[in-house]
């Protein structure tokens, strides 16, 4: 992504690349490297939507991190489709039941 002009997009769309980084080795390295660098590219205000599988316990520490703190970072929970369409909707307070949806704001 080094070849990307900064400040290039006004959004970047993850469906599942966090996930992925942290399931990895270095995880914690990588994660930092990956949001640092959609952070240089977003436009000031631009928006960076991660939608996970990890809840707000598990992420937030990474998309807070001291080391990357220039999001506002908004979180929506949503029922996993194959249980919705189901109606299947009983389960909805269980993590594992849910996709995540960060909506991050830069701030700088």
């Known amino acids: 992504m080094k070849d990307i002009p900064n400040s290039e997009f006004n959004t970047v769309i993850d469906k599942g690349l966090l996930d992925s980084v942290l399931c990895g080795d270095n995880s914690e390295t990588n994660s930092e490297k990956m949001l640092s660098e959609i952070n240089r590219i977003l436009k000031p205000n631009g928006v960076y939507i991660c939608i996970s599988y990890g809840s707000e316990d598990q992420r937030k520490e990474y998309l807070k991190n001291k080391n990357i703190n220039f999001w506002d970072v908004k979180v929506e929970k949503v029922i996993k489709p194959s249980l919705a369409l189901s109606g299947n909707i ?9 996709h995540y949806i960060y909506i991050m704001t830069k701030l700088i």
């Open 90 to 98: 009983n389960d909805e307070k269980d993590p594992k039941n849910c």
